[in-house]
């Protein structure tokens, strides 16, 4: 087949209106040739000089794994894509590549940008079909390190020290690792056991070890863990599970969630399925408020359970902080974007029930701190749209449990925990923490390229202990 090389190889999809109704996962993916075909698009940028190095977070050797796809060599590619990311099946289908390494890559100069982000995952789920582990360590070094959170950034530091031969326990609260991985991202986006649990497993290989259901906080503390249960060294992946609420009249009816909550019963506790037991709104119309990639993700399975979907943001398309091919998706699927508008009261009705949602029109006014135009409330605008359900999805901050019951570990006025950008190292002596919980809300890849950086600063440190 002749590639033109200034376009894409398209990837195959569900057909929108089967997907709106199931919750298989919306992209196929490249097979072999299609994949080799795309890889022959890259110019092959010097290592020193390729723009998309630098846009990856974990700069993974981008030319150099798309260069034995080329020829055909998926295991080497794996190899070579393993130095730097122990999740690529993850980071494949989640990265905002158009803003990371796919942003930087000089065939977008004219043309489009070569799909980095399809190589990856096509180049990881070759190696989970064929049955490519990583390399565990040659040997222990005898030390032991606690994790706190399966998350990315927690299960990338473990992997990394394991690979340096320590030993590696990471404490999950909840009953399954993974993090928002297993129980924020949607199965139609990122398939749990064919996906997140075989990435997990390929850490534990490693000789990470996992024990789920152990609160940091509660069952044990930081404290005791360094003092009496013999770790040298914690490293905090803890994240920013606290939802944001808008505080406005009606938020504590029945029928106001969370999209934490909501997404949480649907991906961890599988209540789009009919063998669980776990209860859900299936609400007939629905309202999600915000605009990122969680309020993509509320309303795209509300859908999915039926109900006819509102996206309620206060700024206009052009400032929606979801990825865009989320926002395309959601639109292709019949979700109803409400732009520059802005919830004021949640109506309830005489038994308590949400039964509308009362909002105002806004215009874009002067650009605030964050550089975007600030949204301004248009007087006498207010109207109501019916809906049954309310999904708040407005942000999340990190919970406060671990900084309040270790003794000297520093946090900002946003709670969240204080740690140097290179290492990690916080505060406290011996404890590094990074991701969500050190930066408030980000991304699958920068918390990964934190559980690395403090990886490196944890070996720093107890080389020289
Ligand atoms: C619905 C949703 C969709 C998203 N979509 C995208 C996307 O498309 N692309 C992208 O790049 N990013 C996306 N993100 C953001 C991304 O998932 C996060 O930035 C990332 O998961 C943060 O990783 P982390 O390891 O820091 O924390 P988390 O993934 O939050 O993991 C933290 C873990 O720590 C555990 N924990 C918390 N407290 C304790 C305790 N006291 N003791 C023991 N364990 C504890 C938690 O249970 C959790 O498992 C999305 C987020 C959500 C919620
Ligand atoms: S910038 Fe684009 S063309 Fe250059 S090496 Fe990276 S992916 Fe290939």
């Not at 990371?100 to 940008?113: A, F, N, S, T, V």
């Not at 395309?328 to 409400?338: C, Q, S, V």
């Not at 038994?351 to 806004?362: A, E, H």
Request: charged share 25%.
């Amino acid at each position: 087949m002749a590639v033109d090389v200034l376009k894409r190889i398209p990837v195959r999809e569900q057909d929108p209106k089967v997907r709106a109704t199931n919750f298989e996962e919306v992209c196929y993916g490249y097979n072999q040739e299609e994949a080799m075909n795309e890889a022959s698009r890259c110019i092959g940028c010097k290592q020193d000089k390729a723009k998309c190095i630098t846009g990856c977070p974990v700069n993974i050797n981008i030319p150099g794994f798309i260069a034995e796809v080329k020829e055909g060599n998926f295991e080497a590619a794996f190899k070579v894509i393993g130095e730097s990311s122990a999740l690529p099946a993850i980071c494949g289908r989640v990265c905002p590549q158009e803003s990371q390494c796919e942003g930087k890559c000089i065939r977008g100069l004219k043309g489009e940008p070569v799909s980095i982000g399809k190589l990856e995952r096509f180049v990881a789920d070759w190696a989970k079909e064929n049955g490519i582990k990583p390399v565990p360590a040659d040997s222990m070094n005898g030390k032991k390190v606690a994790v706190i959170g399966s998350g990315p950034a927690g299960l990338t530091c473990a992997g990394d020290l394991a690979k340096l031969g320590y030993d590696v326990t990471i404490f999950e609260a909840l009953h399954k690792a993974g993090g928002v991985l297993s129980y924020g991202i949607p199965e139609f986006r990122l398939p749990k056991d064919a996906v997140v649990a075989k990435e997990i497993e390929n850490v534990k290989s490693l000789g990470v070890k996992i024990e789920t259901n152990v609160i940091i906080g509660k069952s044990v503390t930081i404290d005791e863990l360094l003092e009496d249960e013999g770790f040298e060294a914690v490293f905090i992946g803890s994240g920013a599970g606290l939802p944001m609420f808008m505080n406005i009249p009606g938020e504590n009816a029945n029928g106001v969630f969370s999209a934490n909550e909501y997404l949480t019963r649907n991906n961890l506790m599988k209540a789009f399925r009919d063998d669980y037991a776990t209860p859900i709104a299936r609400g007939k119309k629905v309202a999600v408020v915000g605009g990122g990639n969680v309020a993509m993700d509320a309303a795209r399975t509300a859908l999915r359970l039926g109900a006819e979907v509102h996206v309620i943001y206060r700024r206009s398309e052009e400032e929606l902080p979801a990825r865009k091919e989320e926002v395309h998706h959601a639109k292709e699927e019949g979700i109803i974007f409400d732009l520059l508008t802005n919830p004021t009261e949640i109506l309830v009705d005489e038994n308590g029930w949400v039964k509308g949602i009362k909002c105002i029109k806004m215009e874009l006014g002067e650009p605030d701190a964050s550089g975007r135009r600030r949204p301004v409330a248009v007087e006498g605008s207010d109207f109501e749209i019916e809906v049954d359900t309310v999904i708040m999805s407005l942000g999340t901050s990190p919970n406060p449990l671990i900084s309040s019951t270790t003794i000297g570990l520093d946090t900002n006025k946003r709670k969240c925990i204080v740690a140097n950008e290179d290492n990690g190292q916080t505060s406290k002596t011996a404890v590094f923490a990074g991701g969500d919980a050190v930066t408030g809300a980000a991304t699958v890849i920068l918390a990964m390229g934190a559980g690395k950086a403090a990886a490196k600063g944890i070996h720093e440190f107890l080389s020289n202990k």
